[in-house]
């Protein structure tokens, strides 16, 4: 009886010692942590864990901690972070032409007015 409880008790010790841990993403915003955009990521941080089973975790940064908003996009790139929220106009890098017209597109919606039909349509 005593060699079949030793047993078990290296059995449930080794699995746990197998078991890896978790891959940890950081996923960086420049929104505050109240605020809608931030709160979404964070849901989507929780589901990601809880569809994962704990194997991936992602540490969400809000409110500019890991990089300012526009620096985002070049933070994952550099491996600072592994995700990130950004706007669409810290995406366009060189044609200040397109950075204009695309800044131009979305200022109209993120200012809660619609852009006009000329600016919806780009000219490349």
Same mark, same amino acid.
């Given at each position: 009886m005593k060699k079949l409880c030793m047993a078990a008790l290296c059995a449930v010790s080794l699995s746990h010692a197998a078991t890896p841990p978790?891959?940890?993403?950081?996923l960086a915003t420049g929104y505050r942590a109240e605020s809608f955009h931030t709160q979404n990521i964070m849901q989507f941080s929780?589901?990601?864990? !809880?569809?994962? =089973?704990?194997?991936?975790v992602i540490q969400v940064h809000p409110n500019n901690t890991l990089a300012k908003l526009n620096d985002i996009r070049q933070a994952v790139a550099d491996g600072k972070a592994q995700a990130g929220e950004t706007i669409m106009t810290s995406l366009v890098q060189g044609d200040t032409d397109r950075r204009r017209?695309? =800044?131009?597109l979305c #200022? #109209?919606?993120? !200012?809660g007015r619609s852009a006009p039909v000329e600016a919806a349509t780009p000219r490349y």
């Open positions: 978790p891959t940890t993403w950081k929780r589901d990601v864990e !809880q569809a994962t =089973r704990g194997k991936l017209r695309c =800044r131009a #200022g #109209g919606f993120i !200012q």
